[in-house]
């Protein structure tokens, strides 16, 4: 999908990058912020774009920062821009990635492979041991 261009793209928090616990911040989806990360190193500008402000935005802003990310701008198109009301809010972004899709949120290993070209490389998660394991063990 993507050649060598770099896009900028707006990336969600809340349920996206995050599980949903707004207003406070969720555990991070998995291999969100290393999907994020390798965007980041292949030269595409990454803005975060969340109806979060004031202190709740900080706090998703700097949950990010700790985790390796910074973003170029953040509810915004540039860094330098600033708000004007007599114009709409809707950014210049070249991808939106939000859990809101039309068709839900692909998750962060499609949307590696997608935007890279190159396979996720997703730790196995533990195997859910069933529901009813803890009957097996008595037996
Ligand atoms: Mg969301």
């Not at 290393?34 to 595409?44: A, D, F, P, R, S």
């Not at 949950?63 to 709409?88: L, M, T, W």
């Amino acid at each position: 999908m993507i050649s060598n261009k770099s896009l900028t793209i707006a990336v969600d928090f809340d349920g996206t990058i995050v599980e949903d616990a707004y207003p406070s911040i969720g555990e991070p989806k998995i291999f969100a912020f290393e999907t994020l990360k390798k965007l980041e190193n292949e030269g595409h500008r990454l803005i975060l774009w969340t109806y979060r402000h004031g202190e709740r935005l900080d706090a998703a802003v700097d949950f990010c920062r700790e985790r390796g990310i910074k973003f170029y701008a953040v509810n915004q198109s540039f860094p330098e821009e600033e708000f004007d009301p007599k114009y709409s809010r809707k950014i210049n972004a070249d991808i939106f990635i939000d859990d809101r899709n039309v068709g839900g949120f692909y998750g962060w290993g499609e949307i590696y492979q997608e935007l890279t070209n190159t396979k996720p490389n997703i730790p196995e998660q533990k195997k859910n041991k069933g529901l009813f394991s803890f009957l097996k063990k008595s037996s």
